[in-house]
């Protein structure tokens, strides 16, 4: 058996003896070089953990793992490492580092790639939020519609305006603007203007409520009311009415009860503004260069503060007719003046009663000289009852029309003449124009009555006739009985006629006028469908 050696560690080493085969086929197989004892390394093992201290025999030592059997017979002999596990753990093999700059390179590389995805999902909006596309000009439906795809909740704000209703006018973010659409965004869409409520506002915010609703043509009327000063009681149009800035809008605002301004205004309408304003009315006539039955001034005069329900004068200008014969000069004057007028005239009422359809006046009244004039509703005929003597003018009974008999003296000159000068000459003092058309005893179409029967006249005897011896005055043709022309026209709404003539040996001369619509309403069939003729057969046959 080998002698156990020492290893480089002082560690006994058993030595395989000389018999071992493979021991010597190992030191023959082993390449022959001599290394000099200082060469060969120092190797220390540890000692294994709780190995004991005593030294290992040879047998002990075949089976210790870190025995290696050596060549005896030369122990400077370079012979085959034998591998032995170290139960020391080594390090793990250190990895080869890349170049700073390569690695500088790929973080650029990287940074770039990351950049561009970025770049390119930002751009197709992936992130970041959405761009407000245009919708400025687009119907509110098709505004919403483009926003709500984006995500956006889309709040609409009505913009009062003239035109345009429903089209988008602005938006907030504004178009091209990138916003979150969490946020979402604002329309504003065209709406059409509205009257606000304002009644029982005071005056100044009413005002101003109307100025920012768009409002510029603001009129301010006052009324009188039991409600507070400056309250405003209704506005035209109504609230929630439809208008453009344009129209014109009235505010009613309640005032303390105060006499109105009301001259220069029309009669009715001074009245009716008076009773809407919570006042009552008198009227007297004066005469004055106004406009004829418009007020001229006001008792109390307006601006004064006057209870509920006070009577206010209101001073009327009603130009008379220039003469009694002015027939156009009494269809628009006032009722009551006309009876002072013709009072004052020296004319003496004959008849006075109010017809009982329409409350309009029948009259006569005679002149000093004769003439005769008739407030009627019919002035075609002269008829009238008598005995009722009451002053209807005066209380207020409407003129229907009118039909004045000239007497001698109030005859204009040429008046009487039977043609169509006469005529004219009696247009011109009435005051009539627009003759249409004349008509006379000769050509009249109407329903003329048979004259009365004449007894038979005896036969005549021959021998009380006058001899003649052929020579003797022959016999004149007998006129007419009924003699006259008659001439009618129009002049605004009203009809008139002029008739000159009469029966037998008597001339009379008329002069009448209505309302075109009082001769539209009788049947002239009978009279070939004319005005003239038919009021010349009333005048001369039946009246």
Not at 394 to 404: E, I, M, S
Request: glycine share 10%; aromatic share 6%.
């Amino acid at each position: 058996m080998a002698q156990d050696e020492k290893n480089p560690l002082g560690e006994t080493v058993a030595m395989p003896p000389d018999s071992d085969p493979d021991a010597t086929q190992l030191a023959d197989e082993a390449p022959t070089r001599r290394v000099a004892p200082e060469a060969l390394p120092t190797i220390v093992l540890p000692a294994e953990k709780d190995a004991p201290e005593t030294a290992v025999d040879g047998i002990d030592a075949l089976g210790d793992p870190y025995f290696s059997p050596v060549v005896p017979n030369d122990l400077t002999e370079a012979r085959v490492p034998v591998s032995i596990p170290s139960p020391v753990q080594s390090l793990p093999e250190r990895k080869r580092r890349l170049p700073r700059w390569a690695v500088a390179l790929i973080v650029v590389v990287l940074l770039a790639c990351a950049g561009g995805v970025a770049y390119y999902t930002y751009g197709q909006e992936m992130w970041g939020g959405k761009t407000i596309p245009r919708v400025v000009g687009l119907t509110q439906e098709e505004a919403t519609r483009a926003l709500e795809n984006l995500g956006f909740a889309v709040s609409v704000q009505p913009v009062a305006a003239d035109d345009g209703f429903g089209i988008v006018l602005a938006c907030s973010p504004s178009e091209g603007q990138r916003v979150d659409p969490a946020n979402g965004a604002t329309i504003s869409v065209a709406s059409q203007r509205t009257i606000p409520q304002i009644v029982g506002m005071d005056v100044e915010s009413a005002h101003q409520a109307l100025l920012d609703a768009g409002a510029e043509n603001v009129t301010l009327s006052y009324q009188n009311s039991d409600q507070p000063a400056g309250t405003v009681l209704a506005v035209s149009p109504e609230e929630g009415s439809a208008f453009v800035s344009s129209d014109p809008i009235t505010v009613t605002v309640a005032r303390a009860f105060t006499v109105p301004a009301l001259e220069g205004m029309p009669l009715s309408d001074a009245q009716a503004q008076l009773e809407a304003g919570g006042l009552t009315s008198t009227v007297i006539y004066v005469e004055s260069d106004a406009e004829k039955s418009t007020v001229v001034s006001l008792d109390p005069p307006a601006g004064t503060e006057v209870a509920a329900g006070a009577s206010i004068t209101l001073a009327v200008a009603t130009p008379m007719p220039h003469e009694p014969y002015d027939l156009m000069g009494y269809l628009d004057a006032a009722p009551q003046a006309l009876s002072v007028y013709l009072a004052d005239a020296g004319y003496t009422l004959d008849y006075g009663e109010i017809y009982a359809s329409g409350g309009n006046a029948h009259v006569a009244y005679t002149g000093a000289s004769g003439d005769l004039l008739q407030i009627t509703n019919e002035p075609e005929t002269a008829h009238y009852a008598g005995g009722s003597q009451a002053d209807v003018l005066a209380r207020g009974a409407g003129v229907g029309g009118v039909r004045y008999a000239f007497s001698a003296e109030t005859l204009p000159e040429g008046g009487a003449t039977e043609n169509e000068s006469g005529i004219r000459a009696v247009m011109e003092a009435c005051g009539l124009e627009g003759l249409l058309d004349t008509c006379t005893e000769s050509d009249i179409v109407a329903p003329i009555p048979d004259p009365e029967p004449q007894e038979p006249a005896e036969p005549e005897d021959p021998a009380d006739k006058e001899s003649t011896d052929g020579e003797g005055d022959a016999e004149e043709p007998a006129e007419p009985a009924h003699h006259f022309i008659c001439g009618y026209g129009r002049q605004g709404d009203y009809t008139w006629a002029v008739i000159i003539g009469g029966y037998e040996g008597s001339t009379r001369v008329v002069a009448l006028v209505a309302p075109t619509a009082h001769f539209s309403s009788v049947n002239l069939s009978s009279f070939g469908g004319s005005v003239c003729d038919y009021i010349a057969y009333i005048d001369q046959y039946t009246g």
